[in-house]
T-cell receptor, first 114, second 117 residues
């Protein structure tokens, strides 16, 4: 059973426009959500996170929104830049014995067109 | 600061051979995680350690897989004997154990691409 789902395998956006990546989850025990960015042949790089007590977190061009009632989160990138082209993973966790056991979505490949 | 360091970056070996993957976490981090990425299953957690102690190994696929963390700066993931279906990219990640008020993200190494022939 997929507890974290990214339903769009790919997304193409024009440079300068807004990129919106979506993620749905099923486990109501999740209390911490993260977005990772991954380039080929590299490990995932932490981008931004949000705790379940918040509904928005912003860091520069990146904003994550959390809608707990809908069990949905999204990542907004504005303005989109060519260097943002990568695979983006949504992850969720429920704290277990002090550490976070992350469950990842399948990823969305974002392509920013010049 | 050095990130999570994994070795080797690539490993090609024949079925039945023992494979050992290595990980050096970020200094000061006290949680370590081993993940596997495949096309079919995506990124999945295999095992994680807190303060060098294995906490949850429910993601380890079979007894052929084992992981150790002899000290705070080193961990190994071993597959013996290896099989073609073990071919995947294996990632190690580390973090500080957060408090209820302070979540800490996991930081990943660049992975080991394993091919079992």
């Amino acid at each position: 059973d997929q507890q974290v789902k990214q339903n769009s395998p790919s997304l193409s956006v024009q440079e300068g426009r807004i990129s919106i990546l979506n993620c749905d989850y099923t486990n109501s025990m999740f209390d911490y959500f993260l977005w990772y960015k991954k380039y080929p042949a590299e490990g995932p790089t932490f981008l931004i996170s949000i705790s379940s007590i918040k509904d928005k977190n912003e860091d520069g061009r990146f904003t994550v929104f959390l809608n707990k009632s809908a069990k949905h989160l999204s990542l907004h990138i504005v303005p989109s830049q060519p260097g943002d082209s990568a695979v983006y993973f949504c992850a969720a966790s429920a704290r277990v014995q002090g550490a976070q056991k992350l469950v990842f979505g399948q990823g969305t490949r974002l392509t920013i067109n010049p | 600061d050095a990130g999570v360091i994994q070795s080797p970056r690539h490993e090609v070996t024949e079925m039945g051979q023992e494979v050992t993957l290595r990980c050096k976490p970020i200094s000061g981090h006290n949680s370590l995680f081993w993940y596997r990425q495949t096309m079919m299953r995506g990124l999945e957690l295999l095992i994680y350690f807190n303060n060098n102690v294995p906490i949850d190994d429910s993601g380890m696929p079979e007894d052929r897989f084992s992981a150790k963390m002899p000290n705070a700066s080193f961990s190994t993931l071993k597959i013996q004997p290896s099989e073609p279906r073990d071919s995947a990219v294996y990632f190690c990640a580390s973090s500080r154990i957060g408090s209820r008020r302070s979540n800490q993200p996991q930081h990943f190494g660049d992975g080991t691409r394993l091919s079992i022939l």
